[in-house]
């Protein structure tokens, strides 16, 4: 009975600390809240466009069904609809974007998507996931979302957390960024490639002919 | 995480170890604040556009050194890891190797629960017990990893990654051959992994054929597991920046699971070729 009497009055300590840790929780929340406006809200439109369309890119590399090249002329219209190509392209040239000449643009431009397309779709290729299940999201600010996902099946033994952001608002999204075991694709691609054109004296035109050869070296080894 | 245990001396210097990485510690701690203030750009009335990354800016002020280090590293892994790896895929089917991973996860959860305690985390400390157990008995050995089909999914911990919850700053970047990425932050917290491990302490560090099997056996399942990342790094136009960012980025995402703080993004259309709007309002 003691025993029994003393777990009770622990519970209820419990309870009593919870409660006040709740409270002082959600009071230090709502003080948070009223700095970053916004901050946590979720949006449902972002949310869905990421359903549908990532859902769609990951069916299809997951299909057994189809041929490599097949896949590779699905994947290369997926992912039009799924990603900003011309925002990425910009995105991953960083401070660079500022001085590319237009020639240079228009010769970096297909460039960098074939190479992207090669890498991400042997990227995907390693995990083979076959659903894609939104788990939430949260609007960094009107237009600029983050939202999260899991992806599971196929050869994933348990749940893979990948977040997607998306720029866009209403039903009209897109994505600009993957980010899966904390790292971010395209922020991770922006450093790779301004490093590449500093140690190359400034010269973007080193990254083009790197680019053009490693683009077909990855296709290859696929 | 999963890898420590990488130097022979580092066990027969432990105490000495220990009390350097304490003191390492406190200093890193102590200019912790300032090096966070170092890189916050002060963007008051901006929601959520702290102009801070980690992945924008990493510091790596020895990057001439690393750079050399980083290549003599990923020699040693082309003749000597990477082979080993690869063998050891080719010959053992995924489920095997998926059981060999659970079993070198299941040694490093008593050092995991003992970071969610120093984080302050009673919650995750007693999931993290709970699955030790579980796993240690009904997972057999660790080979399965029943605790996370009770709803019980694995969260490491770390001590680099509790100086993180504790506020300390990644600091300088460094790549050790052998031992891959680091930074002053996670390479403290992991030879405090290493010289605390509870697994080494009481059932047998590398003096004993455990202890030594059980380092060989992580070597070989962490190389195995990373191998994506090794084949992702060919595609890279700059090997070493891109695993520089990656692992920083990585290392920071697993503090952010300890503080639950929100991740601090670049603008994604700064900076603009034209004129552009900076809110991406179409």
């Not at chain 2, 105490?15 to 170092?38: D, M, N």
């Amino acid at each position: 009975m003691t025993l029994a009497g003393s777990l009770m009055k622990n519970t209820l300590i419990t309870r009593r600390g919870a409660n006040a840790a709740l409270l002082a929780f959600f009071g230090a929340a709502g003080f948070a809240a009223a700095t970053p406006a916004l901050a946590q809200a979720r949006d449902p439109g972002a949310e869905a466009f990421v359903q549908t369309k990532a859902q769609r890119v990951i069916t299809v590399l997951a299909n057994k069904g189809m041929s490599d090249a097949q896949k590779k002329q699905v994947f290369h219209q997926a992912v039009d609809e799924l990603a900003d190509v011309p925002r990425i392209t910009n995105f991953v040239l960083g401070k660079y974007a500022r001085t590319i000449t237009p020639d240079q643009r228009a010769r970096f431009t297909p460039v960098f998507r074939t190479y992207a397309e090669n890498v991400y779709q042997s990227r995907i290729d390693d995990y083979r996931g076959e659903q894609l299940k939104v788990t939430g999201s949260v609007v960094r600010k009107p237009g600029d979302v983050i939202v999260n996902t899991t992806i599971s099946g196929g050869q994933i033994t348990s749940p893979l957390p990948v977040s997607w952001r998306v720029l866009g608002s209403g039903q009209t999204w897109k994505v600009v960024d993957v980010q899966f075991k904390g790292i971010w694709l395209a922020i991770t691609q922006q450093q790779d490639f301004v490093s590449t054109i500093d140690n190359a004296g400034g010269n973007i035109d080193v990254l083009i002919n790197q680019l053009q050869k490693s683009g077909s070296g990855s296709s290859g080894r696929r | 995480m999963r890898d420590h245990d990488q130097s022979p001396r580092l066990k027969t210097q432990g105490r000495h170890f220990a009390a350097a990485g304490a003191i390492a510690a406190a200093g890193l701690l102590a200019l912790a604040p300032a090096a966070r203030a170092e890189n916050q750009i002060p963007t008051a009335p901006a929601p959520a556009a702290g102009g801070e990354t980690t992945a924008a800016a990493v510091y790596d002020p020895i990057e001439g050194f690393n750079r050399g280090a980083f290549k003599v590293g990923m020699g040693l892994d082309k003749v000597i890891f990477g082979p080993i790896a690869h063998g050891y895929m080719a010959i053992t089917p995924k489920v095997v190797r998926n059981g060999v991973g659970n079993a070198v996860d299941n040694l490093g959860e008593p050092n995991t629960i003992m970071n969610h305690v120093l984080q302050g985390k009673p919650k995750r400390a007693i999931r993290s017990t709970t699955r030790f157990i579980v796993n240690s008995t009904v997972g057999v050995l660790g080979l399965f990893d029943v605790a996370a089909k009770m709803r019980l999914p694995a969260r490491n911990a770390d001590f680099g990654q509790t100086f993180g919850v504790w506020g300390a700053g990644p600091g300088a970047y460094l790549y050790v051959p052998g031992m891959g990425p680091l930074n002053v932050r996670d390479g403290v917290g992991r030879a405090l992994d290493f010289v605390t491990d509870p697994v080494s302490l009481y059932v047998g560090g590398l003096s004993t054929d455990f202890g030594k099997a059980r380092t060989g056996v992580t070597i070989v399942d962490l190389r195995a597991a990373t191998d994506p990342a090794f084949r992702a790094l060919d595609d890279a136009a700059d090997p070493y920046v891109t695993t520089r960012s990656a692992y920083s980025q990585y290392r920071d995402a697993i503090v952010r699971d300890a503080t639950g703080k929100a991740e601090d993004l670049p603008d994604f259309d700064a900076p603009p070729p034209s004129p552009a709007p900076a809110a991406p309002k179409p």
